[in-house]
């Protein structure tokens, strides 16, 4: 089992403090994994399993627990009094009103709680509201590369082959352990997809036409590293024969957003060193979703990867925007507390003059902040020009 490091990390350096710790991100990411590689940890350090209580509400067991009085006084039977108590609740919003059992035992001077929910109805905004904005918000995202090759790699193939197996089948952590099944790998997929669009989404929107979502993703799908906006998504509605308005199209691509299966990335002016409102980016959580509603073609791979990056850099720092500069564009501006990179992510900058369209945008730039352009070329250890280091995306993954 892959330790998803950098999570366990994070939870382990909250341990005990009094917040309650909220684990979020799309379906089948990882986050229950995350609660038994943790509970590992507690009990290695010499937690008890009697001050472990763990609940999963999407097991038929405990149906009678949706309810948030019964699932507060089965917890409350259980702690142990004059000792720490780490509790785990699965998909709390099974339960109804839920909330009001968290607060009352996270005032608790005993109880550690742990949350994680789908996407759909634990989202930043109402845990604000629900929680009174006692929480820390763990924000989890399927495998990254490092986590894919770390459990591939004994298959015996290249660091390339294993690379294009994950921008093709995608980054859910199970299908790393399906062995490249095409046929497994895509019901896997359409399964996790399939649930996302109804349960977490056209459920909780009262969508009745899922066909609508469908088209707005096959749009976003095929503009993957292109500004986008509403209207334009809604006019190629319209010009198929979809009437729907650009206020609905917003509506929907937000409950697609709430349910992180895109992420909506805004452009940010770097000479004016402002955020913008207008046409941004949207990126899909995972290739294999991808894939999946749309073909897969070679000349798309330089976007493939823009994916790939902007989800690792979502996973390294605390910002990623897209940069704007006059009529030029830098792919993502990175910051992390005051440390500011830049990056340009291409397939191949061999041809010499798509290495001068890559590196101008950068070269504007007057600032002494790292600036990096990433590509898939076979460079040795990088190359430098004026300060501009290029790196192999594969190598930069794997760091």
Not at 191 to 206: C, F, H, Q, S
Request: charge should be negative; charged fraction near 25%; aromatic fraction near 10%.
């Amino acid at each position: 089992m892959i330790q998803r490091k950098e999570y366990l990390n994070n939870l382990i350096a909250i341990k005990d403090k009094q917040v309650i710790k909220v684990i979020t991100g799309v379906r089948r990411c990882g986050k229950s994994t995350l609660f038994e590689l943790y509970i590992d940890y507690l009990k290695q350090t010499g937690v008890e399993d009697s001050q472990i209580i763990s609940v999963n509400l999407e097991e038929l067991e405990n149906a009678d627990l949706l309810d948030y009085k019964a699932l507060y006084n089965y917890i409350i039977s259980k702690l142990v009094p004059d000792k720490n108590n780490y509790i785990f609740i699965d998909e709390v919003q099974k339960c109804n009103e839920f909330e009001k059992a968290v607060d009352s035992l996270f005032i608790k001077k005993n109880c550690d709680v742990y949350i994680t929910g789908s996407n759909a109805y634990l989202l930043s905004g109402e845990l604000a509201t629900l929680l009174s904005g006692r929480y820390i918000q763990i924000d989890m995202l399927p495998f990254s590369f490092k986590e894919y090759y770390e459990a591939t790699k004994e298959n015996g193939k290249s660091k390339r082959e294993i690379f294009d197996s994950y921008l093709r089948y995608g980054s859910f952590p199970y299908v790393a352990y399906l062995e490249n099944d095409e046929k497994v790998i895509n019901q896997y997929i359409e399964g996790i997809y399939n649930t996302i669009l109804i349960k977490d989404v056209a459920t909780r929107e009262k969508i009745n036409d899922v066909s609508v979502l469908e088209n707005i993703l096959k749009t976003v799908a095929s503009s993957i590293g292109s500004p986008i906006s509403t209207k334009k998504i809604s006019d190629t509605l319209i010009s198929s024969g979809r009437k729907i308005s650009p206020n609905t199209v917003e509506a929907y691509l937000r409950a697609l957003t709430d349910s992180y299966i895109l992420y909506n990335v805004t452009r940010y002016d770097i000479k004016g060193r402002q955020f913008l409102k207008t046409l941004g980016k949207y990126y899909f959580v995972d290739n294999g979703i991808r894939n999946h509603i749309i073909s897969q073609s070679a000349s798309d791979l330089g976007h493939i990867l823009e994916n790939v990056v902007y989800l690792e850099l979502l996973r390294r720092k605390n910002r990623v925007n897209i940069g704007k500069l006059a009529e030029k564009e830098v792919d993502f501006v990175a910051v992390n507390m005051n440390e500011v990179e830049y990056y340009q992510v291409s397939a191949s900058v061999l041809d010499e003059k798509t290495l001068e369209r890559e590196l101008a945008p950068l070269k504007e730039i007057k600032d002494n902040y790292p600036k990096t352009l990433l590509t898939l070329d076979d460079i040795g250890n990088g190359a430098n020009y004026e300060g501009i280091k290029q790196i192999n995306v594969i190598d930069w993954l794997l760091k």
